[in-house]
């Protein structure tokens, strides 16, 4: 009785220690409710350690665990949901190095009692926070539910989130089903619910009329539009807000905060639209803070990065001179129809639920591939069958070379990878696996090829069928065979550039030559550049002296004008091909005490202008910084 009464109270102590630790974070000083929210769904996601998961991953763990072959209402009790959040935090350890280890048990209860209370069908948005402490692991959640949560909780870019959330919500032509959102919202707009933001973010009947007010279409580029705009809708303000604030937390700012004197700042930066020079930290903004002329209505700009004076300064030099490229799209542009994916479900079957310490499928690449060729967002391929048999053995014919082709691009891939020369392999082990992977497709392929069920035909037309099918299947397997005989080489190539020696640095002067080259032009650039600085700095205040010198001479001609300038011709005006003005000549007598040079420069013989002079000097100084800055962008 004793021992089960201890662990009623540790399991107790469990789910509300993630709550316990939220609230001493004291976020409920944060006066905008969208802020509140965001901070406490990043402590949230930062606890459960779910940024160390990316969408990609999370695709992985739902394709791995089954959840792609059953129906999004398809309810899920506690312990399958375990099973997933564990398999995914066993998965994220193998990836990880041996010295940045997670806690995986403690990071599983912390999710596992978040996500019941969050979605718990039995626990109403009121008393969450009370029915928290006595749930005793009876209510079910959906699967829709635990890929909404898990899908936007996880690290990893907003866009590639919103395309898998998309394609949740979308039918086979590439159409949003509204119901399908409305339930989306349901489902995510109950994460602020969990942190105590319902009243701000709550989900109501109107919450997809203000995401998509006209009744039309809506295709995946609109869909990112909308919920990617500035600002986004009203109930999903929260959600850019989040990625935004994992994207800053490491950002440094050294100014000083106008209200606590802080002499850097870490995070956000926010600068008053009305006071001079008056800017605050994330901190003193959040919490309404304001001294002297500034006032919490004046309108404040957010910055997430900090830019020296010095380098404004070169990006106006740059802009004003052309020398900017134009801004690329904040976001690529998807085709309106979606692509025709590889169906890997008869290839790869998913892993046995029993055991989750097997090696799972690694990604193919470093980076995030293309959504297209992860079979948990593909849809399902809908091929018309005729009802003549002839067209039944046509159809047949067709998916069996769909498949062959499938299996040998996803092997393909896998060559390329390989390929690549300036990826450099992330260990033996992860590429063992690799390798074995490929040995059982290709084990699988001859398999499937040699015990192919044959449908139903007349003779004739099914040995001709069949004699294709062979002939097909012996040109794959031989390019089969030889694929892996190129692995096997490109892999041997790759063991022994892996291996780094001093030999090889010496070995290869011509990369030593054009090192050293680089580093001399750099330096050599660099030194223009100051040279260039310099002469621009002597020839301004030569420009300044002059200028001053002109103004004399202009009051000096206008006293001596009586008496001398009837006898002289009015001089005509001379147009300057790089200003826009035509400046009249200056009397040339008058320039006793400039320097020589400057007045064999302005002598009556040469007939130039002063001011034509100034602003073809200006022009030459300008085009020389545009050419410096062009070379160097180059």
């Not at 009790?77 to 350890?93: A, H």
Request: charged content about 25%; glycine content about 4%; proline content about 6%.
């Amino acid at each position: 009785m004793i021992e089960e009464s201890g662990k009623r109270r540790r399991t107790m102590a469990e789910k509300r220690q993630l709550f316990m630790e939220m609230r001493a974070q004291n976020f409920d000083v944060i006066r905008l409710s969208t802020y509140r929210t965001a901070c406490k769904l990043r402590f949230v996601q930062k606890r459960c350690n779910l940024h160390l998961v990316d969408i990609w991953n999370m695709i992985e763990a739902f394709r791995d665990n089954g959840l792609n072959t059953l129906d999004h209402n398809t309810e899920i009790n506690v312990s399958r949901l375990e099973t997933i959040i564990s398999s995914i935090y066993y998965q994220l350890n193998k990836r990880l190095p041996s010295t940045h280890q997670i806690s995986v048990e403690q990071s599983i209860s912390l999710l596992l009692n978040f996500m019941i209370a969050a979605y718990d069908r039995l626990v109403t948005p009121l008393v969450v926070f009370k029915l928290i402490f006595f749930y005793e692991g009876h209510g079910k959640l959906t699967v829709f539910s635990v890929k909404a949560m898990l899908a936007t909780m996880c690290g990893g870019k907003i866009l590639d989130k919103l395309r898998y959330i998309f394609s949740q919500i979308s039918d086979s032509n590439g159409l949003m089903i509204f119901t399908k959102f409305d339930q989306f919202l349901k489902e995510v707009l109950k994460l602020p619910t969990a942190v105590f933001e319902g009243p701000s973010f709550g989900y109501t009947e109107h919450s997809v009329r203000t995401c998509f007010p006209q009744q039309k279409k809506i295709m995946l580029n609109m869909f990112l539009d909308t919920l990617m705009a500035d600002p986004p809708p009203q109930c999903l303000v929260w959600l850019p807000l989040l990625h935004r604030l994992a994207h800053v937390e490491n950002v440094f700012h050294p100014v000083e905060c106008s209200y606590c004197r802080c002499e850097s700042m870490m995070g956000f930066r926010y600068r008053c639209q009305q006071c001079h020079n008056y800017q605050l930290c994330q901190n003193c903004f959040w919490r309404g803070h304001a001294n002297g002329p500034h006032s919490n209505q004046h309108q404040m700009k957010e910055h997430s990065s900090w830019k020296s004076p010095a380098k404004k300064l070169s990006h106006a030099i740059s802009k004003s001179l052309g020398c900017v490229p134009s801004r690329e799209p904040p976001r690529p542009i998807f085709p309106e129809q979606p692509e025709k994916p590889l169906d890997l479900a008869h290839i790869v079957p998913p892993r046995p639920l029993t055991n989750m310490n097997d090696t799972m499928v690694t990604h193919m690449s470093s980076g995030a591939p293309t959504p297209t060729k992860r079979p948990e967002i593909l849809p399902s391929r809908q091929l018309a069958r005729g009802h003549c048999f002839k067209e039944r053995e046509l159809q047949y014919n067709l998916d069996t070379a769909s498949r062959l082709a499938d299996e040998h691009a996803l092997i393909a891939a896998y060559v390329n990878r390989l390929q690549s020369g300036t990826r450099v392999l992330d260990s033996p082990s992860r590429l063992d696996e690799e390798h074995r992977l490929i040995a059982r497709y290709a084990a699988r392929l001859a398999a499937e090829a040699g015990s192919a069920p044959r449908p139903p035909t007349d003779l004739g037309f099914n040995f001709d069928a069949n004699k294709q099918q062979r002939q097909l299947i012996a040109e794959l397997e031989n390019k089969n065979r030889e694929i892996l005989q190129e692995i096997q080489r490109l892999r041997l190539e790759h063991e022994q550039a892996s291996q780094p020696t001093p030999e090889k640095a010496q070995q290869n002067p011509t990369l030593l030559a054009e090192l050293r080259l680089l580093r001399q032009r750099k330096d050599e650039l660099e030194q223009r550049m100051s040279a260039l600085q310099e002469s621009r700095r002597e020839l301004m205040v030569q420009l300044e002296g002059l200028m001053k010198l002109l103004k004399a001479q202009a009051a000096g001609s206008a006293h001596s004008s009586p008496t001398h300038g009837a006898s002289r011709p009015m001089p005509m005006p001379v147009r300057s091909t790089s200003a826009g003005s035509t400046p009249t000549h200056v009397p040339q007598d008058s320039l006793a005490g400039v320097g020589g040079d400057v007045q064999e420069a302005f002598t009556q013989g040469a007939r130039r202008n002063l001011r034509n002079d100034l602003l073809v000097a200006a022009d030459s100084i300008t085009n020389t910084m545009s050419s410096l800055v062009k070379e160097l962008h180059s």
